[in-house]
């Protein structure tokens, strides 16, 4: 089972190193992990993805909440919630598949944003299930490198704040 | 004022009265503040001792134990004393020297990253960064470590934080902290439900873990068994929640533990687990726990219940508190004669299964079955029991009969070595007591330098090392699974202890015989002085 934690923690040093230790320790996966501050300085937003049976999911909650520098967690499935991520492919095309890629680009709201003879990036945001059908479609053109944000997440407006 | 003096005088609004630890330049500010006042300091021989002397004394006294040590090694020495206490959930505030502010991360001389090191062995770290953040990072330290699940906190304070002034010096009244707020009363709707269910109970039994003495509930737990008439099992760490010999204790659960215990446990409609983390030494199966019975898990950590074993009932808070209320409701209906009648057959199994020993020659070794029973009897009361780790604990969890005192032992991390500088904990925390340190050879070879600390502090402790050349427990082990081959257990050219005890001051008994091992005993109850005892068991003897 996959959940989504949106950990709110203490805007200190080294509490990321804390979390991402607690996974480590306690045989927890990790999937996805994602940091940044939120509207008030003093706290930062990790959002975190994971998977695991019941009792793990459970756990995984329990032991963040049990961290000091955690002020909050919340555990969302991702059909609860607005999920996006963002990822930039470096590419190389030639003459032929240039087209090709603008149109896959064209169809999938992926944008081209720098350029050179033979290589281009492309940058993608979108679900994570969209953005992995993207990079499917890529497969076919060689991509040079890549790199992907992991999930960000927000629960939906009509789950409310529990 | 400079911040040493600063953290001084924190420990004296927390009212430290002792500290153990050990020196090194990046402490010396702080020790050099601490020798202006009358806090006793206590140097002991090696630094995870100082973890060790402080639980120690952290578990009689119900203070919480304070070690300080230096930066670099002293600080990674510390790491297997702190961990042991985090595993049994002892408060302690440990301070690290570190070096000097700008260096760190430069790896210069004794430097090492000990807040990182002891990220998953302590409750919650500091690196103090700026001299004014002291008063309330000592505060927050105090309070976190011996409240909600209690666990040790490390304070690790560069040298020149030490040394700087601090603008204005004023200890919080309050704690602020958003992210920590303990449980500590129960939930009303969840005590309810326990009420509810054990008024159906017609074979409850209640197994009680070390949070009970954390927690200080010995005697709401007490008086909830008689009022309800409810057998006990123990946990290692709950040993002592009960006299031994109550009619209503059946003695430690688990693979270590007595037979009646385990079939007590199993054969019950309803388990109480009180502050007791359902791990694997105790409870062999978690996961099938529930497959007979109602399982009502009551502990002040959250994320314990449920861990192993998911409870029917899982109530949060702490058991002093939880109990209180518990007591108060009164409707203890009809089910007396029936859970009479399940006491009756409990007693019946302690009968039915008495526990298996092997022969021992009792002409040439001691039977520390005997031997510890024995001891127990004549040992005053409220004597405090400290077992080191190995066959000794077992033996020392089954046959050491706790009336009003105290047994202590490193239950969760199981760190050779614990007893001798515990014992001097306890000792120094309840210096009327009789306190006795029982351990292997191989346990005592890890901590004997602090000989020199007891004789040097002039803490009487008795010590009593059951010798018998090997490293019991693990010999045991190879015995039962694989097939005798006893690798890694010889301990040969163990120094001789008489020489030991003379090189120390110390008075020195020897028992390699039961007759000798009685006049052992009567010996060792007359002497109050630090007495060396050694006690010659069969190699061959097990714990099962």
């Not at chain 2, 497959?291 to 702490?318: F, M, S, T």
């Not at chain 2, 008075?507 to 007759?515: D, W």
Request: glycine share 6%; charged share 25%; with cysteine.
């Amino acid at each position: 089972m996959k959940r989504i934690y949106s950990v709110l923690v203490e805007n200190h040093a080294g509490v990321l190193s804390k979390v991402a230790g607690l996974f480590s320790r306690r045989n927890f996966n990790i999937d996805s992990l994602v940091v940044g501050e939120t509207n008030s300085k003093d706290v930062s937003c990790m959002t975190i993805v994971s998977s695991g049976d019941e009792r793990t999911i459970e756990q995984i909650e329990k032991q963040l909440n049990k961290k000091l520098d955690v002020i909050k967690v919340k555990t969302f499935k991702e059909s609860m919630s607005i999920c996006r991520e963002l990822t930039l492919l470096k590419v190389r095309y030639n003459r032929e598949n240039r087209r090709d890629i603008m149109e896959n680009c064209d169809i999938m709201k992926a944008q081209i944003v720098d350029m050179s003879k033979n290589m281009m990036i492309i940058q993608i945001c979108d679900t994570p299930e969209r953005v992995g059908v993207f990079i499917e479609m890529l497969r076919t053109v060689s991509i040079v490198e890549m790199a992907r944000t992991g999930t960000v997440a927000l629960t939906k407006c009509c789950e409310g704040d529990k | 004022m400079n911040g040493s003096e600063a953290i001084v005088k924190c420990l004296l609004e927390e009212k430290v009265d002792v500290v153990f630890g050990y020196s090194g330049v990046a402490i010396a500010p702080f020790y050099d503040a601490l020798g202006e006042t009358n806090v006793k300091q206590i140097l002991i021989r090696t630094e995870q001792n100082a973890a060790h002397c402080a639980s120690g004394y952290a578990r009689i006294s119900g203070k919480v134990g304070v070690c300080a040590v230096t930066s670099g090694p002293g600080a990674t020495n510390l790491i297997t004393g702190i961990a042991t206490a985090y595993a049994d959930s002892i408060p302690l505030v440990c301070i690290t020297g570190q070096v000097n502010s700008e260096l760190i991360g430069s790896d210069v001389f004794q430097e090492a990253d000990i807040t990182g090191a002891a990220e998953s062995f302590v409750k919650y770290s500091y690196l103090i960064r700026d001299v004014n953040d002291i008063p309330r990072i000592m505060k927050e330290a105090f309070y976190i470590a011996n409240t909600g699940r209690k666990g040790p906190v490390l304070i690790d304070v560069p040298i020149d934080v030490q040394q700087q002034e601090i603008s204005k010096f004023s200890y919080p009244e309050k704690i602020n902290m958003r992210t920590y707020k303990p449980t500590v009363e129960g939930n009303a709707v969840q005590i309810k439900k326990v009420v509810k269910e054990l008024a159906k109970a017609t074979r409850p039994i209640i197994c009680v873990g070390g949070g009970v003495h954390l927690s200080g509930a010995v005697d709401e737990i007490r008086k909830f068994v008689k009022d309800n008439c409810i057998p006990v099992v123990s946990t290692m760490m709950g040993i002592g929640v009960m006299a031994s010999e109550d009619p209503y204790y059946f003695g430690m659960v688990g693979n270590n533990g007595r037979p009646c215990a385990n079939r007590a446990l199993n054969e019950s409609d309803l388990l109480l687990m009180v502050g007791a983390r359902v791990a694997d030494r105790a409870v062999n199966r978690p996961d099938l726990i529930t497959e007979n019975k109602v399982l009502i898990h009551i502990d002040v950590d959250p994320a314990e219940i449920g861990k192993n074993a998911g409870p029917n009932i899982p109530l949060v808070g702490d058991i002093k508190h939880i109990f209180k209320k518990i007591n108060e409701f009164e409707d203890k209906e009809d089910l007396i004669h029936e859970r009479t009648e399940w006491i009756k057959t409990l007693n019946q199994y302690k009968v039915d299964m008495p526990e298996k020993r092997p022969e021992i020659d009792t002409d040439k070794y001691v039977d520390p079955m005997q031997f510890l029973q024995n001891l127990s009897r004549k040992l005053p009361k409220d004597a405090i029991y400290v077992a080191d780790v190995g066959q000794n604990q077992i033996w020392s969890c089954r046959w050491h009969l706790v009336r009003e005192g105290r047994f202590l032992t490193s239950g969760g991390m199981g760190t050779m070595g614990y007893s001798i500088p515990a014992a001097f904990g306890a000792k120094y925390a309840a210096p009327k007591k009789k306190v006795v340190a029982v351990m292997g050879d191989g346990a005592f070879q890890m901590s004997m330098m602090e000989l020199s600390t007891m004789r040097q502090y002039g803490m009487n402790v008795a010590l009593i090392v059951f010798n018998n050349g090997y490293l019991g427990m693990v010999r045991e082990y190879q015995h039962y699974k694989l097939d005798d081959r006893y690798n890694m257990v010889e301990l040969h050219n163990t120094p001789k202890l008489d020489k030991i005890a003379e090189a120390y001051e110390m008075k020195y008994l020897r028992a390699s015989s039961q007759a000798e091992a009685e006049a052992l005993i009567d010996e060792l109850m007359k002497k109050d002085e630090c007495v060396l005892c050694e006690v010659v068991v069969d190699p061959m003897d097990l714990a099962k």
